[in-house]
């Protein structure tokens, strides 16, 4: 056994065309590959088929077996979601709140990231180990103090509810100043020769070259708030200002299992703009995700 | 990606350098350096911000613990009390029970799968099919948890549902997947693991191409083949992923709600009710926020004591290379 592996491995490197090594060296990936597969027919298919029920007329939304290919695409379970929940308006709010959370944790965390890196005053260092503590302790906790300074404020079942908060990024914070870390130091000594002023050497030559970094930090926060229920379901109270997730959660209840296929319209509405990112953001995205993980 | 942050890491090491090096360059600095507010208006926005939506609810719930407040009259202080009725209240404690439960097989279920399909896609593999399996297994995180609970309720119904019409093909009579305790927590593990896998697997990834060929040729050459290769090879050089996946999968765990209050909205009875339900509930339907605050204080000191203790165990058992 130990022989005709040493002897494989140097067989390899010598003679590839020798066959019997390459035969089950194929086997075992054709086999990898249909375990794969199927695994992926199982991440896949759930998806798969919301999207082609969406497509069936609402009458067939029970229909077994389940045809994975709609041959006639009927489009009424869509007409039907605008007609039954005002979905514009759910979107524009999911849109907004997610925009500007966004855009808010892209600036604030590139000035808080560029002076925990690039800056230097007193208490750095413990200022930044108490940005990072803050990460530990779930937003579930919390929800009931900030609940209650929303009340506090005035802001309470209002979109700015959902903003205002979760603009402060303690992720953010950190990603940035990694970023900002990693690009070299010697050009603020170059900008503060040219007369720049510090705020003039962040403006134009620092930030200008995070944005890759703020990309990534913007991508994650879309992701994350463009998905988000919990928050939403407890800071917002009226109908006109909950957001996509919230809106499709009490379609489904309004409507029992009646109109499947007009729920599953909504929820593959609300897919569009995560499967955008996921196809132009992808990369950014699984950085962003793993960012910090690695030692 | 670990490379990239090792890359960054790096960088900072030879620019803290340098400015040591030329020390006598910062003497003119000094003269911009004057302006001592600046870092803090960098800094403003993210501190003040996170000090009253973070630190000051931090303090507050800890400090809520210990009082009676439903909002409309005025809090009283009852000192432990409200720690006292939620470690007995059957329903919190059914909660921490099923969620102590959910995280055990939810996240040995989400690192298995992971690790596994990881290995399997690492492998030599046409470089088209590694980009697909990569972004298919990927592709749930990007969805909202809500929404796939939406649809895997009309998945896993009794009568109409496609689960138990394929488990028919195979002669399996339908399963009560929704209607029974043990139905309704196989769904909300199954849902969670379907969404959630795809971020070890990620990590898995990382930290299966940080580990050089070089081993495992070596490894071949001492006669590993196949699994015994990954038993021990892969295995031990993996092992601080692993311990960084598993934190994370634990964390993220204890703070389930999303797919149980969809899917099942803690039922049939309490079987699927969670921790971080039963603090929405006593806070927001029942209006008992010292109660709710008690029960947050108490997962967050779970979370912070697994966090302690799988920091511990590795220095035990995490090989680092």
Known sequence: ?295 | MSTATTGMSTARRNKTGSKRRNGGATGSEKGKQRQRWLPWAFLAPTILGMGLFTLLPIVASVLLAFFRWDIISAPSFVGFDNFAEVVQDPTVRVSFVNTIMFVVVAVALQLGLALGLAIMVQEKLPAWLRVFFRSAFFFPLILSAASVSIFMRYLFNEQFGVVNWLLSLVGIPAVPWLTTPAGSAAVVILVYVWQNFGFSFLLFIGGLASIPTETYEAASIDGATGWRKHVHVTLPLLSPTTLVASVMAIINALQVFDQPYVLTRGGPGDATRTAVMVIFESAFQRLEFGQASAIGVILTLIIMAITAAQFRLSKRFVFYQ
């Open chain 1, 1 to 295: 056994m130990t022989t005709t592996s040493t002897q494989r491995a140097a067989v390899d490197r010598l003679a590839p065309q020798r066959p019997t090594p390459r035969k089950k060296r194929n086997w075992s990936m054709a086999g990898r590959i249909v375990l794969l597969l199927i695994a992926s027919v199982f991440i896949l298919g759930p998806v798969l088929w919301t999207l082609s029920t969406s497509l069936r007329p609402p009458a067939e939304s029970f229909q077994l077996p389940p045809s994975f290919l709609p041959l006639h695409p009927d489009f009424s379970s869509y007409d039907q979601v605008f007609k039954q929940l005002n979905i514009m308006l759910l979107v524009l709010n999911s849109a907004l709140v997610t925009g500007l959370i966004a855009v808010g944790q892209m600036i604030t965390a590139a000035l808080a990231g560029y002076a925990f890196a690039n800056l230097k005053f007193r208490g750095r260092g413990a200022l930044f180990s108490v940005v990072l503590a803050t990460m530990m302790v779930p937003a579930q906790v919390t929800i009931v103090p900030v609940f209650m300074l929303i009340r506090g404020i005035g802001l309470s079942d209002t979109l700015l509810a959902l903003i205002l908060p979760a603009i402060p990024t303690a992720f953010g914070t950190f990603l940035m100043r990694q970023y900002f870390l990693g690009l070299p130091a010697d050009l603020a000594e170059a900008a503060a020769i040219d007369g720049a002023s510090p705020w003039r050497t962040f403006r134009s030559v620092y930030a200008p070259l995070a944005m890759p970094g703020m990309a990534i930090v913007g991508i994650l926060a879309f992701n994350y708030h463009w998905n988000e229920f919990f928050r939403p379901l407890i800071l917002t109270i009226s109908e006109q200002n909950f957001t996509l997730p919230l809106g499709l959660v009490s379609l489904q209840g309004n409507l029992g299992t009646g109109s499947i296929s007009v729920v599953l319209a909504g929820v593959i509405l609300s897919m569009i703009p995560a499967l955008v990112v996921f196809m132009f953001g992808q990369r950014a995205l699984r950085d962003g995700l793993t960012a910090g993980t690695g030692k």
